[in-house]
């Protein structure tokens, strides 16, 4: 079965910088759209970035020319480096998979294949 699995996660300050990584198993993710999703405590799962299998992405407003996402095709691992982090920023980040080959989209309906999540506080 296709698995993903976050990691990456932990606690910086404001202004700091983060990388979150997803390797993903029996999932060949050079065709297939991928995403990263925030779900912060008492709100929805919001998507941030998406990446299409060409290399095509997609960004939430809130994140756009802070947060890049990327893949290594070669090693089957979706990064999301995040730069500029503040507080909003907290909250449980979860990769996604598409099952379909389709565009990008920010959509969590978009995606069949969900890592387990890695936790990300932004604090002083």
């Known amino acids: 079965q296709v698995q993903l699995a976050e990691s990456g996660g932990g606690s910086v300050q404001p202004g700091g910088s983060l990388r979150l990584s997803c390797a993903a198993s029996?999932?060949?993710?050079?065709?297939?759209?991928m995403a990263w999703f925030r779900q912060a405590i008492g709100k929805t799962r919001e998507g941030l970035a998406a990446i299409g299998g060409g290399g095509g992405t997609s960004y939430a407003d809130s994140v756009k020319g802070r947060f890049t996402i990327s893949k290594d095709n070669a090693k089957n691992t979706l990064y999301l480096q995040m730069t500029s982090l503040n507080p909003e920023g907290t909250g449980m980040y979860y990769c996604?998979?598409?099952?379909?080959?389709?565009?990008?989209?920010?959509?969590?309906?978009?995606?069949?294949?969900w890592g387990q999540g890695t936790q990300v506080t932004v604090s002083p």
């Open positions: 029996r999932y060949d993710i050079s065709d297939a759209p």
């Open positions: 996604a998979a598409a099952r379909f080959l389709s565009v990008a989209s920010l959509w969590h309906g978009h995606y069949h294949y």
